[in-house]
């Protein structure tokens, strides 16, 4: 089983994508989380990554493919991932296929999309903010980076619903509802109806 989660900044991705990666005994990839770790390494990929991240930027293309895409076929060949966070752009997007798009245990099950307004995303990465454990949880990145999401991201929304992938979820809703509604989604893609 093979799921990308594509949501606003805040929506719930993490969260959700974690549960459903031990529900379908497949492996949780976070692009965020991988580069934040680069970042704490202070490795070469994270010394050119950590503006992009402080400002609520992407991080240009390379970088992140090649933090993503080997272990994205690794996991492949385990039996699967939920990928949060990546492709964030229509290129990455395509950039990805070509790389991969040969090989059919790559091939996609769903994407799954967090329907949250921006009021509630803002509520939510303030609140958070107060643990600290975040560079680009600020007023001024949060705004950011919801923008960076509407221009940037929110595009590659219409290229998987044209391909029949896309799976739009309430995820204003408390979590363990968002998680029930997934998995009522997802169970029937897993076993193909
Ligand atoms: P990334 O780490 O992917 O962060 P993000 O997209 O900004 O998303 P968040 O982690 O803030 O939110 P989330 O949707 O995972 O929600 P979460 O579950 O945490 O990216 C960070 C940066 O890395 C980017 O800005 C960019 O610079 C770079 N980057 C990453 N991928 C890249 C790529 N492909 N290309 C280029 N650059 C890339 O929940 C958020 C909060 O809400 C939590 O406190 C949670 O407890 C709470 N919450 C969750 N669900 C609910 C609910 N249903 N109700 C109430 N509260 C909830």
Known sequence: MNILMVAAPGAGKGTQASRLAERYGVEHLASGDLLRHELALGSAIGRAA????????????????????????????????????????????????????????????????????????RRRMLARASAGDRIDDRHAVIDHRLDVYDRQTQPLLEYYRDRGLLVCVDGERPVDEVTQLLFDALDGVRSGG
């Open 50 to 121: 950590a503006s992009y991240v402080e400002r609520g930027d992407l991080v240009p293309d390379e970088l992140v493919m090649r933090l993503v895409l080997d272990r994205a076929v690794t996991a492949a060949g385990r039996g699967g991932y939920v990928l949060d966070g990546f492709p964030r752009t229509r290129q990455q997007a395509e950039e990805a296929y070509a790389m991969t798009g040969q090989q059919e245990h790559l091939t996609l099950d769903a994407v799954v999309h967090l329907e949250v307004a921006h009021d509630e995303l």
